[in-house]
């Protein structure tokens, strides 16, 4: 039955919105758009900065950025990955039983306030847990840009995956 055909026999349907992928929706190769982008505002990086007690005056004294290389101030590198991180739940670890680690974490361009950052993610390896037989891990390769299209940041992370019929939802 299409849509206007249920509409018209007035039935309900009730459709739960999906957060994350199961190890079955993972195929090696395909890539992650994440959207929607997210630019980062002045104020993200100085309450960032104070709240993991990061002071370096290149993150919240404007009159000392001024007088750096970049002109300005830096975006927290913290606040950077983490943001990047986050925009990669929805599409990778949204269903994930744990995150088992991050590396090669590379920074290669500075991030400023007023920065917009789009990240993708490549799925490099899926495999069966060898201990936990409804969960397998997935490691992925995330990449980072600014609205320019430089790539600011790139990591690559494995979580722990379960199958369908096996997440904490499926309960």
Aim: proline share 3%.
């Amino acid at each position: 039955m299409d849509a206007k055909a249920i509409a018209a026999a007035g039935e309900t349907r009730r459709i739960r919105a999906s957060y994350g992928r199961y190890l079955e929706d993972f195929i090696v190769g395909d890539i992650y758009e994440h959207r929607p982008g997210r630019t980062i505002t002045e104020a993200d990086n100085i309450h960032f900065s104070l709240l993991t007690m990061n002071f370096h005056p290149m993150h919240c004294d404007a009159a000392y950025a001024a007088k750096s290389e970049f002109g300005r101030l830096l975006v927290n590198s913290g606040l950077t990955v983490a943001i990047v991180l986050g925009m990669t739940v929805n599409d990778v670890s949204g269903k994930a039983v744990a995150n088992l680690g991050w590396k090669e974490i590379k920074l290669s361009a500075p991030v400023f306030c007023g920065d917009t950052l789009y990240a993708e993610s490549e799925v490099l390896e899926k495999r069966e847990s060898r201990s936990r037989p409804t969960q397998g891990i997935v490691t992925v390769h995330t990449r980072a840009f600014n609205q320019d299209g430089v790539q600011i940041m790139e990591f690559i992370r494995s979580a722990l995956i379960p199958k369908r019929g096996h997440g904490v939802d499926d309960a």
